[in-house]
């Protein structure tokens, strides 16, 4: 859920549920978190994908099914927890059987790949929308919540940072297609939601948030909903290879503000560092420390040299 | 969900979740049944609202979302369980402080009648479309399902039948506004799910739907899943007073063609029947036996003196 997103369902719709102690956590996180039983919460979250903002009209189907699936189950690794079931509902401009095909056939890919079971649908006819519910179950009060951060912790994302948001901005800036590799294109289309990563993170981690909209907005979500600030060093940031070519400015605005990465973002005290690294020494999927958490407001970027960057990101907000 | 929405969803996506034994009940009834917990299945379903197609785009968008919610909880009531969450997915020509506002008044409205928390949401740009995910509760094995009547049973509809149709064909047909009156168009807007209803039928009904699309369509629906048929006598049908003054054919096209009622259809054996009415007692809320269910096929319509008639419904087939 974006940030505008949130504000909007949020200002309306506040103090709708004050009462209910089912709800441990409600809207403003990546998910609700539900007391729905004695062993397990239930994780849900709710995302639309319209044809021409959130992906391409001529996209393949199967990728635009791929990746709303995708998104939702990025929202359950945030919270540490496994995505089970799914419902999708569906507004298409026609039932074309070919394009029906194609995207059941990459729906069921990403589904089969993260044992996540479609339980219900509905279709109806007008532009392209996809909206997708994930529901998922973790352990009674393991859930990791983006609002828990605590001053003096270590900032860690995982992955590389940057590969589909210079796809993304390649299709509308022509110079940039030089640098897409076939990697970057897939992650843009058919990113991979770090469910695994997100489990093994409710041992240790105080605070986490899924990189959708780029780190500048996510971090920024965490630390708003924290109450807390962030010093980040730049040059720790795990650029994708891509990236590397461009000049730093250009490389920042894409790594940090393109958004789409789908890595996790999340936050641990520093004595817990060496207990991470070997939890995740069987996962052998890297996460790099970029900063730490202070107990101010906002982020301040700090590039080799120990000093304040003010970062240009302008013309690369998350479309 | 209607039938041709589910027939789509089933037909592209069918196979997907086989293997998945927590998936009690999967596509194809009112919600899924999901086993989440020791004490309770979880009971999900989602529906998408379209401008122009299940509302008129200038509805009062209070009503909009009152009904949005209340067809949702309906979908639960009619599994004999308890509406606790729900998700909105909302998409608009642009963000109205009047309409939101307007909007979440009605939501909040229902919400709280009904006791559900609205536990996540996302706002898109585009033409209106409203999609409710709900999410409910009921004991281990008492979800009442579409597909377990048997031969023999007496089939059983809550209140009264064709108030909502009416309002809704006095819309396109102008001969028919004499006859509407303010509760068929409270009807239309404002439907109540008949959730207490729902949660005592679970004691003692085989089988159970809600009636959306018309008894016609819904019966159907509950016969083709328990692959039985059914005989029904239309003097028996409780139609709304209003229908009372049309002639013999239209009233029943309405009643049982229009949709839109929310009304529960249940069937239940005859030696059930006493203690049923005992247990509704309480309710107040009338039930009527129209019909039994037999193990041929298809509906069979009776008149007053038992023969069979021919149902022409055409042009009242629900939007």
């Known amino acids: 859920m974006s940030s505008s997103e949130f504000d909007l369902i949020d200002r309306y719709f506040s103090g709708l549920n004050s009462s209910d102690k089912t709800v441990i956590c409600g809207i403003g996180d990546d998910a609700a978190v539900l007391d729905i039983s004695a062993e397990h919460f239930l994780l849900t979250s709710v995302d639309t994908l319209i044809s021409d903002v959130h992906f391409m009209a001529d996209t393949d189907p199967a990728d635009i099914a791929y990746k709303s699936l995708a998104v939702n189950i990025s929202d359950i690794a945030a919270m540490g927890g496994t995505a089970r079931w799914a419902t999708l509902a569906l507004t298409m401009p026609e039932a074309g059987h070919d394009w029906l095909q194609a995207f059941a056939k990459g729906f069921s890919e990403i589904a089969e790949r993260y044992k996540v079971s479609l339980v ?15 529901m998922g179950t973790v ?16 900032i860690y994302v995982s992955g590389s940072l940057g590969s589909a948001g ?27 939601p770090r ?16 990189i959708s909209d780029g780190l500048v907005s996510d971090l920024g979500h965490l630390l708003k909903a924290s109450e807390l600030g962030a010093e980040v060093e730049l040059d720790k940031i795990p650029f994708c290879p891509e990236l590397m070519e461009l000049d730093k400015q250009q490389r920042w605005s894409i790594a940090l503000a393109a958004g789409d990465d789908y890595e996790l973002c999340f936050t641990l005290t520093q004595a817990s560092e060496a207990e991470m690294q070997r939890q995740l020494e069987e996962l052998d999927y890297p996460v790099t420390c970029i900063g730490k958490i202070t107990d101010s407001s906002g982020i301040v970027w700090l590039d080799e040299k120990g000093e304040k960057v003010e970062l240009q990101l302008e013309g690369y907000q998350h479309f």
Chains 1, 2 share one sequence.
Do not use: M, W
């Open 166 to 192: 210079l796809a993304y901005q390649a299709t509308l800036d022509k110079s940039l297609r030089q640098y897409v590799s076939e990697s970057c294109t897939q992650r843009l289309h058919r990113p991979e």
């Open 139 to 154: 352990s009674r009060g393991q859930s990791i919540r983006r609002n828990k951060a605590q001053a003096g912790d270590l």
């Open 195 to 210: 469910v695994e990563l997100g489990k093994q993170l409710n041992h240790f981690a105080h605070a986490a948030i899924d």
């Open 120 to 134: 219900g649908g509905d279709t109806t006819q007008g532009p392209l929308a996809v909206t997708i519910q994930i």
